[in-house]
């Protein structure tokens, strides 16, 4: 090989540097690193230099933060393999679960912080195109002849799933219980979707970038969010008049935490997220809170809307998952053409 | 005297054809990447290049890509020699066994890495034991970087040291030459292109491996984001333009090394024709 | 024949180097490739073999085999064509921007699949340069069983230009002079005597896209559509059961798309060690 000298060694000094750097930085302060999902990036970059400066403020320490970013399911599964995050902010309560069933997050963690250990919570909303040209307003909409929507895959997405589920728990209403009715209507709701993503990132390219569908379903938060970002004038946010409650489920993960001398640490961060503060900023981000003066603040950003929990329809997440998500079950049957 | 297929013609019917179909096919994409990574102009590119996470991860993807070549050149080189120039029983599996990352899905690659050496494998938990943490650290991206990128200097050198025979090295080694000599003075100048072909390869795939470096590395951004991670991370947060600019990158390390291939070759072709 | 072997048997006492390289090589095989390999295995052996019938034909599964394997033999086809012709025009003639065409040739290689699997969506989705111009002729890609095959077809037209690309090269002038002096058409000579010494070289070019084909994963994610039983592929499959944390599915799954892959290369490379003995055989 006749890579110049010069280049070789500026190349191993560069390598050698960016590792050095990220173990001096270890060194000298305690760093937290933070297990998240895929689209809560710009979230906690907002969140985590007012809790470093919270923190210093109250304890006179200079920390460091870092994020871990994935599909909440990858995420869970780094950890179980060895990923020393020491908190998890997840959007899938079922990914905590596996966490507490290896026992690497405490059995009771839903009772360790308020609200089902969910600082902040969302459900499923539509993003329509300028003038709702194909008037959809409510879930039974989305399953008539001509619309076509976008949302990500049920099976590799959490927030495919919650779709799923939010469209199922609908109909069980609607029908009154009837199994019949509801699998009719879901077969015909399934058959809308024009593409399946992988993420809801893939799924919003779609539907913004490509032009495909009516209607993209995601978060209530992701949706305003997408609005925002691709142009308020091009794009309307229909929220159903009932939908599925999403809860962001946070835990501290006690071993490694322990391990790295963040306990306390660990602690803090999440208990911070309660704070009116954190609140304001995740409002700001449209999720909803429970902070009651934030709340008001925010009341003419959030419709109000009917939200079912799936235990309340489902029973658990794990009969959830099992009846309608694993290998060969209800959705796989439904999508059987 | 007339070649097959040099009618004039014909000719320009297959040139104009080749050039259409891979302007299309390979050259639109090229340029689809940097038009959208320009298309807020040079100064938003910049920003994003700039970014200290973006930095840190070009920094990280090159130390393992010239960490990833000399292991896969060594392996390369030996199992070319042994396979091409000496018989044994079991010759033909071995050569296959090579095969294995190609016949692996990267995402199951890095999955089998993680299995073994995480913390619930039965080396990983030993290594747990010990505080030693492989995955999900830049030790671990190596890892299947290299399970990845083994076949390619090996599969360049094969094929062309089994056209070539060994006549020329028993040879060398008749007349006395040294094991060492013989393979660079003779051996070496004969399969150059075929090992730089490799080398380009194993460093292009190495730069740019996604699916598997995804499974181990954990994405903590600023310690084990490699370039590909960030881009699709970038793409995540709605950065099509910090997405296309990382890809830009990549593209650019691929023309490099394309470019210095290709100088190379050119300097060879002409040193032949005075010889 | 009996020289060939002769010279072979021969060389292993020649030659030096014996030890060393079966060290290298049998230590590195052991450790990097099927060491980890267990792990898969492992994972297996947790199933019985019902269970994992079971899991390898369930229909979604299946469907997802069908997708696979017609889009990378169709991919595969298309390459061997088209990288016939790019192997053809790269040896045989002189035209400006020739070098920059060979060069070109490594793009796919030296591209990270999951910046050509975005590129290529943003390209042929409806709004994108190539969408806006086939979809009103009523030709969709992106999205469908198409789109599939183009992203195969782009991350392995290298394999067949640069395999048969050194054979072309290696052709004696005398092979065309021979069929020209008999007066025959270009077609008739290229058919008769140009394909039978290139036909090896393309089989095993066209093979290893096939192989190639099936476990991509990043390049086809973003422009397949991923509709069930439609437009699924096999890895994505694999994915999925990951998602699920089905080890064991995943592994079993894997372990269908690894078989099938190894029994071709094994095919391929006692094509190629045949391929070589006959020419070998031949000259001697």
Same mark, same amino acid.
């Given at each position: ?14 390598? %050698? ?25 710009e979230l906690f970059a907002a969140v985590n230099p007012e809790f470093q400066a919270w923190w210093q403020e109250e304890h006179g320490e200079e920390i460091a933060i870092s994020q871990s970013h994935g599909g909440s399911s990858a995420q869970a599964r780094a950890i179980l393999q060895g990923l020393r995050a020491d908190v998890v902010t997840f959007n899938q309560v079922t990914d905590v679960q596996v966490l507490a069933?290896?026992? #690497? ?84 709701? %399934? ?53 599925? #409650? ?23 961060? %999440? ?35 009917? #939200? ?21 079950? #209800? ?7 | ?196 072909? +490799? ?63 290709? +100088? ?12 | ?12 006492? !020649? ?15 052991? =450790? !990097? ?70 060069? =070109? ?62 054979? =072309? ?70 994915? !999925? ?18 078989? !099938? ?19 070998h055989g031949g000259k001697g």
């Amino acid at each position: 090989m006749a890579m110049p000298v010069f280049f070789r060694r500026s190349l191993i000094a560069l390598a %050698l540097g960016a590792s050095v750097s990220s173990t001096a930085a270890m060194a000298q302060e305690r760093e937290l690193l933070n297990s998240s999902y895929d689209i809560a990036r710009e979230l906690f970059a907002a969140v985590n230099p007012e809790f470093q400066a919270w923190w210093q403020e109250e304890h006179g320490e200079e920390i460091a933060i870092s994020q871990s970013h994935g599909g909440s399911s990858a995420q869970a599964r780094a950890i179980l393999q060895g990923l020393r995050a020491d908190v998890v902010t997840f959007n899938q309560v079922t990914d905590v679960q596996v966490l507490a069933d290896a026992g #690497l997050v405490a059995e009771d963690w839903q009772e360790a912080f308020d609200n089902n250990a969910s600082p902040y919570y969302s459900t499923t909303a539509f993003l329509v195109r300028k003038g709702n040209p194909k008037g959809i307003e409510s879930w039974d909409d989305l399953a008539k002849e001509d619309v076509k929507m976008v949302f990500p895959n049920p099976k590799t997405s959490g927030n495919g799933r919650y779709t799923y589920l939010a469209a199922w728990g609908f109909a069980d209403q609607a029908f009154d219980g009837d199994e019949e009715q509801i699998q009719d209507f879901m077969r015909t709701f %399934l058959a809308n979707v024009a593409v399946f993503d992988t993420g809801g990132r893939g799924a919003t390219t779609s539907f913004i970038e490509r032009g495909i569908g009516d209607v993209l379903i995601s978060f209530e938060s992701e949706v305003n969010n997408i609005r925002s970002e691709y142009g308020s004038d091009d794009y309307e946010v229909i929220v159903p008049p009932m939908s599925v #409650l999403a809860e962001f489920p946070v835990a501290v993960v006690g071993p490694n935490a322990e391990r790295n001398g963040n306990s306390d640490l660990a602690q803090s961060y %999440l208990e911070y997220l309660y704070s009116e503060d954190a609140q304001r900023l995740l409002a700001g981000f449209s999720y909803r809170v429970h902070n009651e003066a934030v709340v008001e603040e925010f009341a003419d950003q959030f419709p109000e809307t009917e #939200l079912f929990q799936v235990e309340d329809v489902f029973g658990s997440w794990d009969d959830a998952m099992e009846a309608h998500f694993a290998g060969g079950a #209800l959705l796989d049957q439904l999508q059987r053409r | 005297m007339r070649r097959i297929g040099d009618a004039p013609l014909v000719r320009r019917l297959l040139i104009g054809a080749a050039l259409v179909l891979s302007a299309l096919f390979l050259l639109l994409p090229l340029v689809a990447i940097f038009a959208q990574a320009f298309s807020q102009g040079m100064l938003v590119f910049w920003a994003n290049v700039s970014n200290t996470f973006t930095l840190h991860a070009i920094g990280l993807t090159l130390m393992i890509a010239l960490l990833t070549i000399p292991v896969c050149l060594v392996f390369g080189v030996a199992l070319a020699w042994l396979v091409t120039r000496f018989s044994f029983p079991g010759r033909r599996i071995l050569q296959t066994l090579i095969d294995i990352p190609f016949a692996v899905s990267p995402v199951v690659a890095g999955l089998i890495y993680l299995l073994l050496y995480g913390r619930n494998g039965w080396i990983g938990s030993w290594l747990d034991t010990h505080d030693i943490q492989l995955m999900f650290a830049w030790p671990g991206i190596l890892m299947v970087t290299i399970f990845v990128t083994c076949p390619f200097i090996a599969r360049e050198l094969i094929p062309l040291m089994q056209a070539q025979g060994s006549r020329e090295e028993e040879a060398a080694v008749t007349l006395g030459a040294s094991g060492w000599t013989t393979f660079r003075r003779v051996t070496l100048p004969n399969i150059r292109w075929a090992l730089l072909y +490799g080398v380009i390869l194993t460093n292009a795939r190495a730069v740019g491996e996604f699916g598997a470096v995804s499974v181990v590395s954990g994405a903590i951004r600023g310690q084990t984001n490699t370039l590909p991670l960030h881009l699709e991370q970038l793409y995540q947060d709605y950065n099509a333009v910090g997405a296309f600019a990382c890809a830009a990158l990549l593209a650019f390390i691929a023309l490099l090394t394309l470019a210095a291939k290709a +100088g190379l070759e050119w300097r060879a072709s002409r040193r032949e024709a005075f010889a | 024949m009996s020289q060939l072997t002769l010279r072979r048997t021969g060389s292993a006492r !020649v030659l030096p180097g014996f030890g060393l390289s079966m060290g290298i090589s049998v230590l590195f095989i052991s =450790l !990097v490739l099927l060491l980890p390999i267990t792990g898969l295995f492992g994972q297996l052996a947790g199933l019985s073999l019902a269970e994992y019938w079971a899991i390898i034909t369930e229909g979604r599964v299946v469907a997802s085999y069908m997708v696979t394997m017609g889009a990378a033999a169709v991919a595969a086809l298309v390459n061997a064509v088209f990288g016939l012709l790019l192997a053809w025009v790269l040896v045989r003639y002189e035209f400006p921007g020739k070098r920059l065409l060979d060069a =070109l040739m490594d793009l796919p290689f030296a591209l990270p699949t999951a910046v050509a699997g975005i590129t290529l969506a943003t390209l042929y989705a409806g709004s994108g340069w190539m969408g806006q111009l086939l979809e009103p002729m009523g030709f969709q890609v992106a999205y469908t069983w198409v789109g599939i095959a183009l992203a195969m077809a782009f991350t392995s037209i290298p394999f067949v230009v640069r395999t048969v690309q050194p054979v =072309l090269e290696d052709l004696p002038i005398e092979v065309d002079e021979a069929a020209m002096s008999l007066g025959a058409t270009d077609g008739v000579a290229f058919r008769r005597v140009i394909m039978p010494h290139l036909w090896p070289a393309l089989v095993t070019g066209t093979g290893l896209a096939f192989v190639r084909s099936l476990g991509e994963f990043g390049a086809i994610i973003f422009i397949a559509g991923n509709m069930p039983y439609e437009t699924e592929i096999t890895a994505l499959m694999i994915f !999925v059961k990951l998602q699920e944390y089905d080890y064991a599915g995943a592994s079993a799954v894997a372990s269908v798309v690894l078989f !099938v892959s190894l029994a071709l290369l094994l095919a391929i490379n006692i094509w190629q060690g045949r391929f070589v003995n006959r020419l070998h055989g031949g000259k001697g």
